[in-house]
């Protein structure tokens, strides 16, 4: 049972664009979502991450919305670079436990 | 510079070899994770450590073997009962004490290859 559900599995934007990356889960008890980017033969990194005390969170072009009733997050990319092109994971967990749930990954790419 | 290093970058290994794939990190976290990557299915867990001398299965075990003798250190196993074992491997860690609301740190990646 897949508990972090990613979409779109691709995506193509023209720089310049908005980027938009969004996640559903299931468990209620997740308190912690981070987004993860991964460039081509590299290992993840930390992009940006929320608590679901806050509905939005920026960092530079990123922000990631949070909407807790529809069990929904979502991350926006703004003014999309050629750059920006990387496999966005996003990522649950919860208190207790060390294991985070992750998506399937949406692969980027920013076109000149 | 404190991270992790996973090694080698290329593996290739002929089929009913067993093959160790490295693991160090001087980040002093006491967590670390093993992941395996393939296209479109995300990442998905074999093992995991939170303290030393100890781990536990992942969602994809079968045909893995780990150890964590050091803290610093948690080299994986993938043996020959592994039955399709090319995929790109990635070692994470964490830091205690944050009760799982913690960055992972990830290397970067073993690509393994089996001939």
């Known amino acids: 049972q897949q508990q972090v559900k990613q979409s779109p599995q691709s995506l193509i934007v023209q720089k310049g664009g908005i980027s938009i990356i969004n996640c559903a889960y299931e468990n209620t008890a997740f308190d912690y979502f981070p987004w993860y980017q991964q460039f081509p033969g590299k290992g993840p990194a930390l992009l940006i991450a929320i608590r679901p005390d806050v509905s939005e969170k920026k960092e530079g072009r990123f922000t990631i919305s949070f909407n807790k009733s529809a069990k929904q997050f979502s991350l926006h990319i703004m003014d999309s670079q050629p750059g920006d092109s990387a496999t966005y994971f996003c990522?649950?967990?919860?208190?207790?436990?060390?294991?985070?749930?992750f998506g399937r990954g949406t692969s980027l790419i920013v076109h000149p | 510079d404190g991270g992790i290093t996973q090694s080698p970058k290329y593996l290739f290994r002929k089929e009913g070899q067993n093959v160790t794939l490295s693991c160090e990190q001087n980040l002093n976290h006491d967590a670390m994770y093993w992941y395996r990557q393939d296209p479109g299915q995300g990442l998905r867990l074999i093992y995991y450590s939170q303290i030393v001398n100890d781990f536990q299965k992942g969602d994809i075990a079968e045909g893995y073997s780990v150890s964590r003798e050091k803290k610093e250190s948690f080299p994986l196993t993938v043996t020959s009962a592994q039955k399709n074992p090319t995929a790109f491997y990635l070692c994470a860690s964490s830091p205690s004490g944050t009760s799982g609301r913690a960055e992972q740190f990830f290397g970067p990646g073993t690509r393994l290859t089996v001939l």
């Open positions: 990522a649950a967990s919860k208190g207790g436990s060390y294991i985070p749930t």
